[in-house]
């Protein structure tokens, strides 16, 4: 299994530009997640889905968009980039083991927004 | 809404030496995970705690879950330069959109040999 990957690894982008990070995940789980990590911030969760069909807002929506038409691809679109979205995004994917909703970080995606 | 506090944030310790963190919940949580993040990694997956006043131990690692269900501490024992990376807590609430995961701002462990 690749677990879950993300494309691309690294993106610059200039103010306004829109853009599509990918995600996906070959172990059939039902929850995936979209989250940022800007230094000395933690992870904020920017959207999630509970299955294929079904998305919710996170803490962080706006200026982005998901969609979830299959259980295995979840990606993200930012609409009008701005320098504010300048960040580390990792996508993550998740089970329920033994009780556990045991998460699956992707490697993540540097975007610079100039 | 739901707030993770996570303390301290940097720590730098010799190498042998014990390293705790500790994670604060604004709001009752129904449960906590815990993940290590290697300098230019991804987290990953450590443990998940449910229960009042658990204690779970992995080799070195000790987590417990406070009696209230808001804090949680981790604490590793003889640390390893392969300890080094960024410990978060992540906080799990009762309803609503607090059931989403909310993540501490996370403790970077440096360890010198």
């Known amino acids: 299994n690749a677990g879950v990957t993300q494309t691309p690894k690294f993106q610059v982008l200039k103010t306004g530009q829109s853009m599509t990070l990918q995600c996906a995940q070959d172990?059939?789980?039902?929850?995936m997640s979209w989250y940022r990590q800007d230094p000395g911030m933690g992870l904020r969760l920017i959207h999630y889905s509970v299955g294929a069909g079904i998305t919710d807002q996170g803490e962080v929506p706006n200026g982005y968009n998901v969609s979830r038409s299959t259980t295995e691809d979840f990606p993200l679109r930012l609409l009008s980039a701005a320098p504010s979205q300048t960040s580390v995004y990792f996508c993550?994917?998740?089970?329920?083991?033994?009780?556990?909703?045991?998460?699956?970080f992707g490697p993540g995606t540097r975007l610079t927004v100039t | 809404g739901q707030q993770v506090m996570q303390i301290p944030q940097y720590q730098h310790v010799q190498e042998g030496e014990d390293f705790t963190t500790y994670c604060n919940s604004s709001?009752?949580?129904?449960?906590i995970q815990w993940y290590k993040q290697r300098p230019g990694g991804h987290p990953v997956f450590l443990i998940q705690?449910?229960?009042?006043?658990e204690v779970k131990k992995q080799k070195r690692l000790t987590f417990q879950f406070g009696e209230a269900k808001k804090n949680s501490s981790l604490h590793i024992t003889a640390t390893q330069t392969t300890d080094v990376g960024t410990y978060f807590c992540a906080g799990r609430g009762t309803s609503g959109s607090a059931r989403q995961l909310t993540f501490g701002s996370g403790t970077q462990l440096t360890v010198l040999p």
């Open positions: 705690l449910v229960k009042s006043g």
């Open positions: 993550a994917s998740s089970y329920r083991r033994g009780g556990a909703y045991e998460q699956y």
């Open positions: 172990m059939n789980h039902e929850y």
């Open positions: 709001t009752t949580l129904s449960n």
